[in-house]
Antibody, heavy 126, light 106 residues
Framework: EVQLVESGGGLVQPGGSLRLSCVAS????????MSWVRQAPGKGLEWVSR????????SYADSVKGHFTISRDNSKNAVYLQMNSLRDEDTAVYYC???????????????????WGQGTLVTVSS | AIQMTQSPSSLSASVGDRVAITCRAS??????LGWYQQKPGKAPKLLIY???NLQSGVPSRFSGSGSGTDFTLTISSLQPEDFATYYC?????????FGQGTKLEI
């Protein structure tokens, strides 16, 4: 059974830093990209970042580019989200999700997120 | 970034109804779109991938269609457990983007 367990959330002051972790089990970790998605209280889902299976390719939402960094440690089956210069608007539940992909043709790869972890709450407040 | 416009934002329906939720992309995204269901306090769950492929274990009353810029999630006969919020997600190119969500209520 695939399991994703996030940790590292908590209360942090504006301008502070936090590192989220997501530990995976039940699948071949290096064969899958991983994504982080967040949800502010009472709001919709916002895709944050993704990393491929090797860790060599990363992408970010414009809202976090330059102050969040995604990484992974394949020896620990873990993906991380380093969050710096945190702002009030970064307050959210952060989910990690496993990516499944299918290469349709050269230059066309389908991605989907399944499953998701239970989420970890980050609160940015003074 | 590609904008995903989802409609309606909320929808009232009854058990047994057929409902449709749409997502429109700001540019063509082939069939690179998924649909997710979220219940209060829970993580989202994948329903449909690649616009029209039903994820394993998802009831067949859920279906997806569309390609290019216009996509539809249809629930053929609403069950009590289907009352939730639904999101589309484009994975055509990063940054991936979600629609605003559709809250399906009784």
């Amino acid at each position: 059974e695939v399991q994703l367990v996030e940790s590292g959330g908590g209360l942090v002051q504006p301008g502070g830093s936090l590192r989220l972790s997501c530990v995976a089990s039940g699948f071949t970790f290096t064969s899958h990209g991983m994504s982080w998605v967040r949800q502010a209280p009472g709001k919709g889902l916002e895709w944050v970042s993704r990393i491929d299976g090797s860790g060599g390719d990363t992408s970010y939402a414009d809202s976090v580019k330059g102050h969040f960094t995604i990484s992974r440690d394949n020896s620990k089956n873990a993906v991380y989200l380093q969050m710096n210069s945190l702002r009030d608007e970064d307050t959210a539940v952060y989910y990690c999700a496993k990516e499944d992909t299918v290469v349709v043709t050269v230059g066309h790869t389908l991605h989907w997120l399944d499953p998701w972890g239970q989420g970890t709450l980050v609160t940015v407040s003074s | 970034a590609i904008q995903m416009t989802q409609s309606p934002s909320s929808l009232s329906a009854s058990v047994g109804d057929r409902v449709a939720i749409t997502c429109r992309a700001s540019q063509g995204i082939r069939n690179d779109l998924g649909w997710y269901q979220q219940k209060p306090g829970k993580a989202p769950k994948l329903l449909i991938y690649a616009a029209s492929n039903l994820q394993s274990g998802v009831p067949s009353r859920f279906s997806g269609s569309g390609s290019g810029t216009d996509f539809t999630l249809t629930i053929s006969s609403l069950q009590p457990e289907d009352f939730a919020t639904y999101y589309c997600l484009q994975d055509y190119t990063p940054p991936f983007t979600f629609g605003q969500g559709t809250k399906l209520e009784i």
